[in-house]
């Protein structure tokens, strides 16, 4: 009789704390109840700062108020109780309260990873394309990445808290730590948790590596970009990003540390989780205020109490404290504005000619016709209350003379009938080696998968098993995938000009997207067919008939059609009037978004919803889908054990391929990098060709139904 799992006898653990020595605690409970102190005045001060002052408006300080608030309540989940233990020579915490601090932990530190990324977007755009930052960052947008943020962090804890709720602990009880931890407890559990300790380094420890490694990649390519700017320019920049950065790796670096590994807990562990759980949100604060003028110079003013422009200005008014302000934009012509209690006059000249006015009539002329995007800045200006138009408005016009030369490249408009495609390199000697490693590249993906196919398709046995018909049909699609990017690329690697036509474009675009919102379907029924297998294999043979394979199947041809024309549909009827340089080797969505001649942020946002949003759902679902499997192996044999995690790693090993590098792609806001091409190079061509190296090397069944056809077919050669 198999034995049954031990009982969960552990009502309440206890807590070691960082020292048992009295005198040291006595010196601890004074130190961190100052910085606990600290933390959470330093904090709660900038985010009144920021919310009072009406100059602070820009996105970067309405995602530092969102920071500066989870670092003051991550402080109050892990310091108080520490502080208050440091007095108790007995310290405990109850089963439940440890599992609700273990949540609201990682809920937190979840939600503050996914500010720093779009932090560090922010910045991106602010220099890399200062132009569009106001159209680019509006209110929309940041309060949709907010949410993002939140919704991640709960996603990240939930996937964690699932897994531990489910533990048995019948003791010790003991935890070498100031607080409830995953690792901790993972080490105390009755059970088997090294797949469990799998499943936290991939969703806590590896996920930190991915967004830290992304993260610096931003920050180099922020830096690369300030080459072009001024002095001043760099200046500013380097302090904001600087203090970003400093950030990032006070938070990230122990992080890394501490949740990077297998299942194991070392003494040092306390202090590094000090760094990221308690000094972290304390010097946050600090390296916000002291790096940045415009923070100080608000809280001086709100220190000491003085009134500020806009005060005055609300004083003088007839209506209070309320500024009256009104925009209508006439369009292409003029922008006509009326300020009350205010004065603005500003000009600008390009070649002797007046391009600008602004007097006291308060009407802004464009002899020339504006983009859209002008005219929506302008509107975003017009809410952001008088002082910060004013000041913003002196600024933005600065930028009118470079909108204005590029009006008279768009003037004569003519429709784009071609696109020229820049590849990945224009060196001469590198386009040749890279037609001839994608060319062997190529012939191995296809000969590779189209052998897979021809392989399982003369084999009954393995045709029998719907593990191998769907994996006849991932090969199908690897191969077609390939077929519709790669050639074109091997092609153009010939030839110093690269162009492909616009009903080409559209075609690989249409054909790239179907092939891939099927593979994602597919390999999402590849993940149920294997949840079924290990988790209710007396079921197998009813649950997975060939009727619900079929259905599958169907949904997967379905959905990837249904994706792509969605997406073709509104990519079809976009304005391309030049220029017409693709910085790719293939066309894909966010490049063509950058020329064309509209304004493309809803658009944009359409396709973070329907292949970003949807990848990051998907692959959720299947890390979440495999930690259950791999959870659900603790009750089989050795042998069993072995041979469903041979099958899952080759499975998770391709999910992971694919969607990681689309995910990086199309889960942020409608924005082309120049590093996009090494991107789309992992799941557009190394993908496919790395599938069946994975799925015949890591399966016997599969390498003997080889070995059988090659017989067979050598065996019809010697008989002719």
């Known amino acids: 009789m198999d034995r049954l799992p031990p009982p969960n006898n552990v009502t309440e653990f206890i807590l070691l704390g960082l020292t048992q020595n009295p005198h040291l605690q006595k010196v601890l409970f004074i130190v961190f109840l100052f910085i606990f102190l600290f933390t959470v005045l330093a904090n709660l001060l900038i985010v009144i700062t920021i919310s009072l002052s009406p100059t602070l408006l820009a996105p970067m300080y309405f995602f530092l108020t969102y920071l500066s608030f989870i670092d003051a309540s991550y402080t109050f989940v892990t310091t108080p109780k520490m502080i208050i233990d440091l007095l108790c020579q007995r310290r405990t915490i109850s089963w439940g309260s440890c599992l609700t601090q273990l949540f609201v932990e990682h809920f937190l530190g979840g939600s503050e990873i996914l500010f720093f990324i779009v932090m560090a977007y922010d910045r991106y755009v602010a220099i890399c394309k200062p132009l569009h930052y106001m159209t680019i960052m509006q209110q929309g947008l940041c309060r949709l990445l907010v949410m993002v943020a939140w919704i991640g962090g709960l996603l990240h804890a939930t ?90 790796v006070l938070f990230f670096v122990p ?97 002797g000619k007046e391009i600008v006015s602004i007097g006291d009539g308060g009407e802004a002329k464009l002899p020339r016709p504006q983009p859209q995007e002008m005219a929506q800045s302008l509107q975003f200006l017009a809410g952001r209350g008088p002082e910060q138009f004013l000041w913003q408005l002196q600024l933005y016009m600065l930028t009118v003379v470079a909108f204005t030369f590029s009006l008279e490249i768009m003037q004569n408009q003519s429709f784009v009938t071609e696109f020229v495609l820049l590849g990945l390199s224009e060196n001469p000697n590198v386009q040749k080696i890279v037609c001839v490693v994608f060319l062997f590249s190529y012939i191995a993906t296809v000969g590779g998968n189209l052998l897979i196919v021809v392989t399982i398709g003369s084999s009954p046995a393995l045709l029998g098993s719907p593990m191998y018909f769907f994996l006849a049909f991932l090969s199908f699609l690897d191969a077609c995938f390939s077929t519709v990017i790669t050639p074109k690329m091997i092609v153009d690697s010939l030839y110093e000009r690269k162009t492909i036509s616009f009903e080409g474009c559209m075609t690989q675009l249409f054909a790239e997207h179907f092939f891939a919102g099927v593979e994602v379907i597919v390999l999402t029924a590849m993940a149920y067919d294997r949840y079924v297998a290990i988790c209710k294999p007396l079921h197998y043979s009813s649950t997975m008939n060939w009727r619900l394979c079929g259905i599958l199947m169907g949904v997967a041809w379905t959905g990837g059609f249904l994706h792509s024309m969605i997406q073709i549909l509104f990519t079809f009827q976009l304005p391309f009037c030049g220029p017409n340089v693709i910085d790719h080797f293939m066309c894909d969505l966010y490049p063509l978004l950058e020329l064309a001649c509209t304004d493309t942020y809803v658009l944009g946002l359409l396709v973070v919803a329907n292949s970003g949003f949807i990848c990051i759902v998907i692959f959720s679902l299947l890390l979440v889908s495999y930690g259950v499997i791999l959870f659900s192996l603790r009750t089989h044999s050795a042998e069993g054990q072995r ?58 069944e599969v390498k003997n139904a080889m070995r059988k056809v090659w017989d067979r077919i050598m065996g019809v050669c010697n008989e002719r």
């Open 159 to 248: 996937v964690q808290i699932l897994f531990i709720v489910h533990l048995p602990f019948c003791g010790p009880n003991v935890i070498d730590h100031f607080m409830c931890d995953l690792f901790p407890l993972l080490k105390l559990a009755c059970s088997d948790t090294y797949r469990l300790g799998m499943v936290v380094a991939a969703n806590s420890g590896a996920m930190c590596l991915l967004i830290f490694s992304m993260l610096l990649i931003s920050y180099t390519v922020i830096l690369s970009s300030l080459k072009c700017h001024g002095t001043e320019g760099r200046h500013k920049a380097l302090s904001t990003c600087g203090s970003h950065f400093t950030v990032v």
């Open 643 to 700: 041979k469903a995690l041979s099958t899952c790693g080759a499975h998770i090993a391709v999910v992971v391929l694919f969607f990681v590098p689309c995910i990086f792609v199309y889960a942020r806001p409608p924005s082309a990098l120049p590093f996009d091409k090494m991107v789309a190079i992992f799941y557009t061509i190394l993908t496919p060709l790395l599938n069946p190296l994975i799925y015949t090397f890591r399966n016997k």
């Open 255 to 351: 992080c890394i540390f501490t949740y990077m590994r297998p299942v194991v807990t070392y003494p040092v562990d306390k202090l590094v989780t000090v760094f990221f759980a308690i000094l972290t949100p304390m010097f946050n604060p600090i390296i916000y205020t002291v790096r940045n003028t415009e923070v100080k110079n608000v809280m001086r003013s709100l220190l000491k109490r003085r009134s500020t422009a806009y005060d005055n200005l609300a004083a003088n008014s007839s209506c209070g404290s309320k500024y009256y302000m009104d925009f209508k934009v006439e369009t292409g012509i003029s922008v006509i504005f009326r300020m009350t209690h205010a004065r603005i006059k500003f000009d600008a000249k390009m070649d």
